[in-house]
């Protein structure tokens, strides 16, 4: 993890006294020394609550553009796509620092990330997107398999049925589950009951 960190450090620092635009190694895409920099402060908010054994990944497409729908964002506003994942595992945030609601989804064995760890860059069309997805999968799907290690994963964005095959086809070691039969989709609203139900279809490949 040490030397993720280092490594993306290097890149940010090389890239910071160049003056030509640098692929980011998160996302792939063309990346401003301000883009590599929010990228490193991403990763190591991420980091510092990244469970040792990661029991279930909630993986997304692109990083949100605001940091306050991000996670792991120090200030814990907690809007848009991380409220809508702590709603999804029955995480009250009432009455609770940032810190202590991220601990307890920390010690409940779950981590979330994206294909793309960055914000698509604006004026991007869909089809740009999609070849930005496209590119960058090799490098996330060894990510995924030699970094996280999860016990299995969990689609939360419709954005990512396309490749939904070749993540199934990967080797990962794990299990992929389908957005649209997980309560994580977050184009909906999960219920309680949705969520039960996946939960107890999840706890039984523990006791296979």
Do not use: W
């Amino acid at each position: 993890m040490i030397a993720l960190l280092r490594e993306a450090a290097l890149r940010f620092s090389m890239a910071s006294t160049g003056s030509s635009l640098r692929h980011c190694d998160g996302c792939g895409q063309l990346a401003s020394p301000e883009h590599l920099a929010r990228r490193l402060q991403r990763l190591e908010c991420a980091t510092r609550y990244r469970p040792i054994h990661i029991h279930t990944l909630l993986l997304g497409c692109t990083s949100p553009v605001n940091d306050s729908d991000f996670l792991y964002s120090p200030a814990g506003r907690f809007e848009g796509e991380a409220r809508k994942v702590l709603e999804a595992v029955q995480l009250s945030r009432e009455g609770k620092s940032a810190d202590t609601v991220l601990a307890e989804f920390q010690r409940r064995g779950l981590m979330l990330t994206h294909l793309l760890e960055c914000p698509v860059e604006p004026g991007l069309s869909d089809s740009q997107v999609a070849q930005v997805l496209e590119a960058h999968l090799p490098r996330s799907i060894a990510r995924l398999r030699r970094s996280f290690k999860p016990r299995r994963i969990i689609l939360i964005s419709a954005d990512l049925l396309e490749v939904l095959g070749a993540l199934q086809n990967a080797d990962l070691g794990c299990p992929v589950f389908l957005a649209s039969l997980s309560p994580f989709s977050l184009e909906g609203s999960p219920t309680v009951m949705d969520f039960n139900s996946a939960r107890q279809a999840l706890a039984g490949l523990d006791h296979a």
